[in-house]
């Protein structure tokens, strides 16, 4: 007899594989294990539950058809044969594996449809994905315990906002912010939201769902309430001991159980980049939350994320944390540690005293796009957490956006199930093969040159607040940086990879890696290029209009490359947020999020958090980043004048705001007709393949 979720499982191979082959499932005495062969064009899969299975499927594809499924690999993948192979099993080494971000639900998924949810499920479930965070309704559940509080529709959609911004929203670090919220929004993500988690729990995934933090709107706020800031954006926030706090936590649950059920886990972030407001403040919001959560669901879990405690490590010091954390019941806290791979919190809180914990890699900060990443960090670090005396409970992923830099997620993904992992360098070899669905060894060395060059950084090598790059970053005359610090390579290893890439000859994937990894060397060849302009007018006085030039062009080019990509397009993404709207203002609303986010984040006279998303995307190359340098270098010759850095840099300052605004308000011009992409890189490493050689004489010993 076929196991209850038989259906779920069979859905999947149709979509994955075209299910031209048939597909038999039984289930299988365990935990969180699988069995799987192929005999006589069948494919067999005995699984301890549906997400086993679907690993299943995933691993049989992997190691007897060579074909791994990625972000962006092209599907159904039409098998219309299956290799013959031995029985293959697998056991999870960790109970859990979690997904996703608030911010991702921002830098993402914001304009997502169903068809673009149906998929990205489907890789959850093929690489065993557990427990996914999800946001997409929580509107129409804030709307509705909002109204039963007595705001009105259009009080209630000044205060959520912009749809771009609600991740935000939900952290309790902003409200009323580029919005109103489109009036018809709230029920179609109620909609969608719904399916997404009907699809999920099918595959037997626990979702994590939004809980209140305390932040809520001026209208209801008593008399005892507060104004924090975040980035310099005001909120309201209850006290703790307002009974108010219980009420609003215990009314948000309510209204969700109510619309998308739940399976009592809540995440809830009140002190996100945010000190709290008193010595007493953690506790009392830690008992204010878990109480108002188990007044609604005796069963609830609040899952809390460890970010607060790096970011603002200086206020939570080793005494107060472990303090927080014995306040709080053991079966009541998970705390994800966010960003293990480059600062994990729990060697310095001793497994958090005791309290379930998940291992998570982050990465990505807003969606940049340069390929970078730390895999030989984050490989270590996994064992060292799975080996530790506390270990965690589960891995995840935690990135603030999704599809970049596949190889450092997979990585994760497979020490998940993988107890004897391979050398990582045989590991990104193969993975690189798999990627590609090939057995060329010119695969296995693009990648092997990868791993030796932008896969081998510093692990903080892209947090926000480091330097990124010159093509990303807000023009100004103070101090440049120092671009050799973002060449943490040798030239010649990135190069290789790109050669070899370009002589792979494939579409799909291959061309995606190409791209991005000869953007990886033009965003460094104009990092060099503003680096020779300034010493230059800094010892002549006067500005070279050659060295200008030749800094200009490599944005066009730059732009050029990326535009040969849909996903790396400025138009692909404004288009996604243009057709969820209804009307001229819900259009306007949605334009407005989906530019602003990736530029000036807030409003174009605040800096905090310019360029924060750093996306190399056309469109936004072009025009965008280029017409700020060329203001830089307009506003130079008074810079380099004796006293004149001060005007040039208000002048500037001003460029940049109209700048902002008008690109927020109206895009860039029309985008041209992409070319080829290998036709385009090709002419990239023609052009500056020499030169990008040369740099390596400039790297820091």
Not at 207 to 213: E, K, N, Q, S
Request: hydrophobic letters at 45%.
């Amino acid at each position: 007899m076929s196991p209850p979720w038989n259906s779920a499982v069979q859905g999947l191979w149709a979509r994955v594989t075209g299910g031209a082959r048939p597909l038999r499932v039984a289930g299988l005495k365990g935990v969180r294990r699988f069995a799987v062969h192929a005999d006589g064009g069948v494919l067999h899969v005995a699984a301890s539950d549906a997400l086993s299975a679907c690993v299943a499927v995933h691993r049989y594809l992997i190691e007897a058809c060579g074909v791994r499924v990625t972000w962006d690999t092209a599907l159904p993948l039409g098998l219309t044969e299956l290799p013959g192979s031995p029985v293959i099993t697998g056991q999870a080494r960790v109970a859990e594996f979690y997904y996703l971000n608030f911010c991702t639900f921002g830098y993402s998924t914001p304009y997502w449809d169903w068809a673009d949810w149906e998929r990205e499920i489907d890789w959850m479930a093929l690489h065993g994905v557990t427990m996914p965070l999800s946001l997409t309704g929580h509107e129409a559940v804030l709307t509705k315990a909002y109204g039963r509080l007595g705001l009105s529709d259009g009080e209630i959609r000044a205060f959520l906002g912009g749809p771009g911004y609600l991740p935000w929203l939900y952290m309790g670090c902003l409200d009323s912010f580029a919005g109103p919220m489109p009036a018809a929004w709230a029920d179609r993500q109620l909609d969608l939201g719904r399916r997404i988690l009907d699809r999920e729990r099918s595959f037997g995934m626990t979702p994590v769902l939004p809980a209140f933090t305390g932040h809520l709107p001026a209208g209801l706020a008593p008399a005892g309430a507060r104004t924090r800031q975040w980035q310099g954006l005001p909120t309201t926030v209850l006290d703790p001991g307002d009974p108010l706090f219980r009420r609003l936590t215990t009314e948000i649950v309510t209204a969700q159980r109510e619309l998308l059920g739940t399976d009592h886990l809540y995440a809830a972030d009140p002190f996100i980049e945010m000190i709290p407001a008193d010595a007493d403040s953690p506790a009392a919001v830690a008992d204010a939350i878990v109480g108002g959560l188990r007044a609604a669901d005796p069963a609830a879990t609040w899952v809390l994320q460890s970010w607060p405690f790096s970011y603002q490590e200086h206020y939570w010091s080793r005494e107060r944390a472990d303090r927080f954390l014995a306040g709080l019941p053991d079966d009541s806290v998970l705390i994800l540690d966010l960003w293990a791979e480059a600062e994990p919190q729990w060697p310095r809180l001793d497994g958090y005293a005791g309290r379930p914990w998940i291992w998570n890699g982050l990465l990505n900060f807003g969606g940049r796009t340069e390929p970078v990443a730390d895999l030989p960090s984050a490989a270590r670090n996994i064992e060292q957490a799975l080996a530790a005396h506390r270990p965690p409970d589960g891995l995840g992923l935690t990135m603030e956006a999704i599809h970049t830099n596949p190889a450092f997620f997979e990585l994760i993904a497979d020490r998940a199930w993988t107890t004897s992992p391979s050398a990582l360098s045989d590991w990104l070899q193969t993975f690189g093969q798999q990627r590609y669905a090939t057995t060329s060894a010119t695969a296995a060395a693009a990648w092997r040159h990868l791993g030796a060059s932008v896969l081998a950084a510093d692990a903080r090598a892209i947090f926000p607040e480091r330097f990124i790059s010159i093509l990303v970053a807000r023009p100004g005359y103070d101090a440049s940086p120092s671009v050799a610090e973002a060449l943490f390579y040798d030239p010649a290893d990135l190069l290789d990879a790109c050669r070899a890439l370009l002589d792979l000859d494939l579409p799909g994937p291959a061309e995606d890696d190409l791209v991005l990894s000869c953007a990886a060397m033009l965003v460094r060849i104009i990092d060099f290029r503003y680096a020779a302009l300034v010493a230059a007018a800094s010892s002549t006085g006067r500005v070279d209009p050659d060295l200008s030039a030749r800094f200009l062009t490599a944005f066009d080019d730059i732009d050029d490359l990326v535009a040969t990509r849909p996903s790396l397009r400025l138009d692909t993404w404004v288009d996604r947020a243009r057709r969820r709207a209804d009307d001229p203002e819900s259009r306007r609303v949605l334009e407005d999020n989906a530019r602003r986010i990736l530029t000036v984040w807030t409003t174009a006279d605040d800096p905090h958090l310019d360029n924060y998303a750093a996306r190399i995307w056309s469109g936004l190359v072009a025009g965008y980043y280029k017409t700020r340098w060329e203001s830089w270098l307009r506003h130079l010759p008074r810079a380099l004048a004796p006293g004149g850095r001060a005007a040039a840099q208000a002048a500037l300052d001003a460029d940049l705001v109209r700048l902002a605004d008008t690109f927020i308000t109206a895009g860039p011009p029309p985008a041209q007709p992409a070319g080829d992409a290998r036709q385009v890189a090709r002419h990239v490493l023609d052009r500056y393949g020499d030169e990008f050689q040369a740099i390596e004489r400039s790297i820091p010993q």
